[in-house]
């Protein structure tokens, strides 16, 4: 049972202000498809279809960023997942934005502008700071209910996700309902099922995969690394891995963050850790190409996946294990050529009768994309920071508003 009011207790035909995360990988300005909006289109038809006049925010990157853009291409891509028009207004709390709500029909969907695009929105504050913010002032007298579905973002204390449940009734949406029910407490689920507790760990935002490492070592029993994670281990084990590409120098920058911590953890956890032995990199033909780490000589390539050697060496960790989180991919499966060691794992786990939680913003992405079947996993999350969050124990800030006011 939830702890918070759910759309089952929500009246139909209302003025609905809705929070959604639409928050996707942009290449070349064009914003990429991805489960995200698979998802939040059922609860946005859901709202349209009990004629609600539905009114969604959702945020995009972070000032600064290249990922940084307006939201008018995600009306679109959302419109086609939803099948109905998503009017798409290119502001968030001013006239015109005010305008557009207040001329909304019952069944109608309009999306407003990147809440980052604003300044009252990413300040960190308590959700009575935030309630009093321009932001939410002026927004919630035109609605009548505030519906929270923005799980991936709700370890963030942002105006859209804190700020309204203290002013307008408010609702967990059906996607913040099935992540939260599901992701809070199931690290103490696996660990109370009777053997071991693997996590793959992957991705390239380092420092928080790392930070979980360091978190979990009491509930996991066998981390497998890969990604920039697994790069980053192995230097601190001083092979020569790091390429500094084109003047870009990612791994160097990572290592340098996280280095202590990397260490630390070798010293302390060293025995629960599978490092990669071998890694994938674009040959001379541009074709998938594996090297041994121990025939790595100096820092002159960059790698993209693990390579088949390391794949051999976690499946069967995978096999006898009894839970199996994932978070973040092993490989940059975007590219065909270097998604063998995320779909190969990916497989394995499906295969195994084990509790299995993937997880980790674009994953999910990759089981979409090889054709893998959803079906083989317990839950599927599209949060990254939230679901880690959830694994540590650590308070989903934005939830917790949503069940301190639930009545
Ligand atoms: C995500 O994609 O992980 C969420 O939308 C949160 O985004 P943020 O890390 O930029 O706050
Ligand atoms: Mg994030």
Redesign the pocket.
Known sequence: MSAFNTLDDLAPGQRVLVRI?L??PVEDGEVQDNN?FDRYSETIRELADNDHKVVAMA?Q??PGRDTFVSLEQHADILSDHVGKPVQFVSDTFGDEATEAIEALEGGEILLLENT?MTDDELPEKSPEEHAESEFVQTLAPLFDAYVND?Y??A??A?ASTVGFPLVLPSYAGRVMQAEYDYNTGVAERARNADGQVTMVVGGNKSKDVIGVVDNLGDVVDNFLIGGLPGQLFRRAQEYPIGYDVEGMDLLDDQYEETKETLADILETKGDQLELPVDFAYKGEDGERAEIALEDIESKDMEYFDIGHDTIDKYSPIIRESEAVFVKGAVGVFEDDRFGDGTVELLRAIGETDCLSVVGG?DTARSITKYGLDEDNYDHISI????YLNALTGKELVAAQVLIDTAN
């Open positions: 995360d928050n996707s995200r945020h990157g972070r980052r923005a991936s973002v370890h963030r942002h913003g949060a990254g920071g939230a």
